[in-house]
DNA sequence: GCAGAATTTGCAACATTATAACATTTGCAG
DNA sequence: CTGCAAATGTTATAATGTTGCAAATTCTGC
């Protein structure tokens, strides 16, 4: 598993954030879709930090970049991103984090810590089939599955809180 | 299981709008908590709809009947009730709906038709059980689920539009 | 290459959702 | 009755997200 996917754990986050770039130039590529300079710089933004980052948070660093932005450009950006699969957005937050299971067909789980606002994304079979067979029971006809849980990362229940 | 907790099937809505008023008092009154008339009027008005209601669709109805309110006192009276488990906030919704299985503990599950816009929120153990077991895999200390399914409820994906 | 089509971006205004801060009123215990 | 805590009124503002249209860029067929 890629050490991205695993923020509760010391890695190197440079390496981490030019391995997700690098693998959504070749996503984009393999759909014909145009991973712009912006775009770019929104996703490579994103994923700089772990804390899901809000749509305004994003404006406000392009415009300290000298980038000409306003709403609808981060909108836009973030738009295209999560239609490829590249960031996602979480609800309960109003803000977005990178996908750490890009490409890969799969039901996102986040655990969203409270306290160092940390965000783990999971993917979980038995969670996405038990969803499934209760959606099924009731003949609907899933399509998106929100699922947020918030709580205490590891890091925040033991010992004294970090960051 | 009760008629109001099943909007696809028809039913006597002002009976399952009554009785939700009815427990209402009844768990208030247990907890010694406040069921003042704005709260009650509130609780009522998004049990009079199957479909999520937004703040300011509350708050607009209880300025047409002439309360004189403001944005807070709709958000007020809505996370008193949210505190005591009398209505649900739908977070890739922004609203708010009646709680289906007010006073029981439970994990609400949330049904959202995109066609038709009714919820359906349901309480299922097995994935209560596997999310559970999800995120204690990881470590981490879970206090809220938010769990939101979107697609097409019965009545929709069957009929008319057949796809 | 080039013209036209389609996509992307810039930009201004606006819409929606939610909260802050502080004054006032109400309910209730002593 | 008095004083405190809870609830409400009121004004303003913050935070989040969208619409609409024009200009620029990129793609496509030729």
Same mark, same amino acid.
């Given at each position: 598993?890629?050490?991205?996917?695993?923020?509760?754990?010391?890695?190197?986050?440079?390496?981490?954030?030019?391995?997700?770039?690098?693998?959504?130039?070749?996503?984009?590529?393999?759909?014909?879709?145009?991973l712009t300079p912006t775009r770019e710089r =929104? &996703? !490579? @933004?994103?994923?700089? *930090?772990?804390?899901?980052?809000?749509?305004?948070?994003?404006? #406000? %660093?392009?415009?300290?970049?000298?980038?000409?932005?306003?709403?609808?450009?981060?909108?836009?950006?973030?738009?295209?991103?999560?239609?490829?699969?590249?960031?996602?957005?979480?609800?309960?937050?109003?803000?977005?984090?990178?996908?750490?299971?890009?490409?890969?067909?799969?039901?996102?789980?986040?655990?969203?810590?409270?306290?160092?606002?940390? =965000? &783990? !994304? @999971?993917?979980?079979? *038995?969670?996405?089939?038990?969803?499934?067979?209760?959606?099924? #029971? %009731?003949?609907?006809?899933?399509?998106?599955?929100?699922?947020?849980?918030?709580?205490?990362?590891?890091?925040?229940?033991?010992?004294?809180?970090?960051?």
């Amino acid at each position: 598993m890629p050490s991205r996917a695993l923020p509760y754990r010391p890695h190197n986050h440079d390496d981490c954030v030019s391995q997700a770039l690098t693998d959504a130039r070749e996503i984009c590529q393999q759909k014909n879709a145009r991973l712009t300079p912006t775009r770019e710089r =929104v &996703l !490579e @933004l994103i994923w700089q *930090s772990h804390k899901p980052l809000g749509a305004y948070d994003v404006l #406000a %660093e392009l415009t300290s970049e000298g980038h000409n932005a306003a709403p609808p450009t981060v909108y836009r950006a973030l738009d295209f991103l999560q239609q490829h699969g590249l960031v996602h957005r979480i609800a309960s937050l109003n803000a977005f984090t990178g996908c750490a299971h890009a490409g890969e067909h799969h039901t996102g789980m986040f655990l969203i810590c409270r306290a160092c606002g940390n =965000v &783990l !994304e @999971l993917t979980d079979t *038995s969670v996405a089939k038990a969803i499934h067979d209760a959606t099924g #029971a %009731e003949a609907f006809r899933t399509e998106a599955i929100t699922l947020e849980v918030a709580g205490l990362c590891p890091g925040c229940h033991t010992g004294p809180h970090h960051e």
